[in-house]
Structures are given as C-alpha cells and as structure tokens.
C-alpha cells in the first residue's frame, strides 16, 4: 500500500493520466505494439494535434516512450507493469457490473450532462 502521503499524491496523478477517454485509448493502442503518431490518428480516428497532446502528455508523465527512427518517432508503453493494472482494472470493473459508472460524481451521466 502507500507508504506516504506523497504516494497517495503521485497515485493520484497516475489515475489522473489516464482518466482521459482519448489517452487510455492511446495507452490501450501502444499495449499492442509501438506506433507513430501519425498511425495512432488513423488508426483512432483522432485529430492529429489532439494525438499529439495526449501522447506527450502521457510522455511527459512517463507512461510513453519514443524510440526515434530518421525523422519518426515510434511510441511504446514505457513499463509493461501499466497493461496489468488494466487488465486488474477491466476485472474490478466486471466484478462491481460497472457500478462505478453509476457514481454521481464520476459516472457517465455525469460527463453527459
């Protein structure tokens, strides 16, 4: 568990990273391979500045890495322990029936409003 009231803070952070649809999609596209940029706004169907953003905030938070090539940059999860704790994740979730998504604060009829 946490050891320190700064643990809970930088958990926080984690959870916070990837609490955006858009990033977790991206996180969830670089469990199965490295990609450009340019691949992951095909591949998603995102715009290319909003992939963009998002691939380096999930770098700046040190969940992405990119691996140069020439002129491209090949992006891959930079700790494969993160395709666990999705994986724990999808199985809470199942566990719960989703029930998270029910809360008042959090859910998606929150977001929807």
Do not use: W
């Amino acid at each position: 568990m946490f050891t320190s009231a700064l643990d809970s803070k930088a958990a926080v952070s984690l959870f916070h990273s990837l609490a955006d649809s858009n990033r977790l999609t991206i996180v969830r596209r670089l469990a199965t391979g490295e990609a450009r940029v340019g691949d992951l706004v095909r591949e998603l169907g995102l715009p290319q500045s909003t992939t963009s953003e998002h691939v380096a905030c999930l770098r700046d938070c040190g969940l992405v890495v990119g691996r140069p090539e020439g002129r491209q940059i090949f992006y891959s999860l930079a700790h494969p322990e993160l395709v666990d704790m999705l994986s724990v994740a999808e199985t809470l979730l199942a566990a719960t029936g989703y029930e998270v998504d029910l809360c008042s604060n959090y859910g998606t009829e929150v977001r929807e409003r």
